[in-house]
């Protein structure tokens, strides 16, 4: 009840703190992965509310003092004692350096370390929650951190607490890695070898897609200090079913989902499709060389699967160990479980695959703009030979009521792509100030909607005139086409959601 209605004494400034992921469609908990910024950044203002003191203090106390972690902070903007040690970020090398980045919530990803505190901080975990007699955890509770919580598939990674799990080599390993638009980093232990491995990066480098440099020096580390020989794998029988029962189009469980900014998940769906020698590729599964992976199957468990995909089927990368499991998901729907079990890929309908998306975000406004382009110049071509308009009447004045729905569905959709591109420049532009100008859109947006009355008017009027060309009335119809996309945009698109919480 109190995390309900909290009292307003320890409440964390939350409306600066919703701007984030929303976990994709509503499932029962321990159903579907879906990493959330946001998931983090309550469990921090849950700390506060039991603790009774401020999340930054919380942490400060009960494990950086402890440890020892001397260099170790969550405040923003950074504490003046600390900021002679603190790296200098990079987008790239050639832009030169950024000023300290903020990140909201604080507590998803806020901390600014050294490598020697997080080494400390990762020997606690090695010796179950303790290190030189400090104990912040007890040493139950720190290996119910490290077991295995959840996963969707038995024989792939799952879950920890705080962790996940990122087998290789043989070796048991769980881990963290996290990324802000400047930081980049990742910490791996393997308990049973009491082996930590730390790496923090002050730029992504080059746009290169594929494994990360920091997962590849991980790699390269396991593979020279303990390697593990592949088992070798026959390909099964039916190979070439099997990959075409898995082709398909998916969307990470991380998205967005019932928020405004659900066209910016849909243009990144993951288009599995058939490869050479019946291997299966994944447009945006990448390897070192920056191109699609080729995955192999090694094993098509037999009567464990039902529906569309009637048996699991696993396949491995033939440039490295990773691994892709098509299956039933626990709810239903067929599911891709890949090596990284924070989120999982969900097959999409055919309104949501990549082709139909396309289609639509090109087409309509390709037509809405065309139209409203074309509508001067042929306007300006009569009038240059001396030609009047051929028609009159109802089909002359509701043909320009069409043209002005196109003008204004046409800005609507121009707006929300501007707002896309905004936030995709920077996170941080995503804030409460923008939001009067998505109001604005949405005001816009419902002033199209409105437009779409004449157009089906207008539709009517141009097929039940007697005099209007057939040219005419198919060209007419493609427009009033584009106007009915518009609105199915609208309504998919969430785009007059009331909630700006994203």
């Known amino acids: ?54 999340f930054e203090q919380y942490i400060e106390r009960h494990i950086f003092q402890p440890l020892g972690m001397t260099h170790s902070s969550f405040r923003q903007p950074l504490q003046n004692e600390l900021k002679p040690f603190m790296s200098q970020g990079f987008k790239r090398a ?53 077991a295995r919580a959840y996963g969707l598939d038995p024989d792939m990674n799952g879950m920890a607490l705080g962790f996940y799990e990122e087998n290789r080599n043989a070796q048991r390993i769980i881990g963290h890695g996290g990324d802000t638009i400047y930081f980049h980093s990742d910490l791996h232990l393997i308990p049973a070898l009491q082996l930590a491995f730390f790496v923090s990066y002050n730029s992504a480098g080059r746009a290169i897609p594929g494994d990360s440099g920091r997962a590849i020096l ?16 026959s390909k099964p029988p039916h190979a070439a079913t099997d990959t075409r029962q898995a082709a398909g189009d998916y969307l990470t469980s991380r998205r967005f989902e019932q928020s405004i900014l659900r066209l910016a998940s849909l243009l990144e769906v993951l288009k599995v499709h058939p490869g050479p020698k019946d291997t299966v590729m994944a447009d945006d599964l990448y390897g070192p060389n920056g191109k699609p992976r080729q995955w192999e199957e090694i094993a098509s468990r037999m009567g464990q699967g039902i529906g569309a995909l009637e048996h699991p089927l696993e396949y491995r990368a033939q440039d490295s160990q990773s691994r892709l499991v098509f299956r ?89 792509i501007a707002i896309l591109l905004i936030g995709s420049q920077s996170d941080a532009l995503l804030t409460n100030r923008l939001d009067p100008w998505l109001r604005l859109a949405q005001i816009i947006t419902v002033a199209g909607l409105a437009m779409v009355i004449p157009a089906v008017i207008h539709l009517i009027v141009a097929w039940a005139s007697s005099g209007v060309r057939l040219w005419a009335r198919l060209l007419e119809t493609v427009v009033v086409l584009a106007c009915f996309g518009y609105v199915w945009c609208v309504v998919s698109w969430n785009m007059l959601h009331w909630s700006l919480n994203y």
């Open 218 to 233: 991980w790699q390269h580390f396991l593979d020279r200090y303990f390697p593990a020989a592949l088992n070798e794998s």
């Open 1 to 54: 009840k109190d995390l309900i209605q909290p009292d307003p004494k320890h409440m964390m400034p939350l409306g600066l703190y919703m701007k984030t992921h929303i976990p994709a469609r509503i499932f029962p908990p321990g159903t579907i992965p879906a990493y959330s910024n946001y998931g983090a950044g309550l469990a921090g203002y849950i700390v506060e509310r039991v603790s009774g003191e401020p």
């Open 328 to 416: 039933r998901g626990p709810l239903g729907g067929d599911i891709i479980v890949t090596d990284f079990p924070a989120v999982a890929y969900q097959r999409m309908p055919w309104y949501d695959s990549a082709t139909f998306i396309s289609f639509i975000v090109i087409g309509v406004p390709g037509v809405l703009v065309l139209t409203i382009i074309l509508w001067p110049i042929t306007w300006a071509v009569r009038r240059h030979y001396g030609r009047e308009f051929p028609h009159t009447g109802a089909f002359r004045s509701t043909r320009r009521w069409v043209r002005f729905a196109c003008v204004v569905e046409a800005i609507s959709l121009c707006s929300w």
């Open 94 to 146: 050639s832009d030169g350096s950024r000023d300290y980045e903020l990140v909201q919530p604080a507590p998803a990803g806020a901390l600014a370390s050294s490598a020697n505190d997080l080494a400390r901080f990762a020997m606690a975990h090695l010796q179950n929650g303790q290190l030189n007699g400090a104990q912040i955890l007890k040493p139950e509770t720190a290996e119910l951190m490290h």
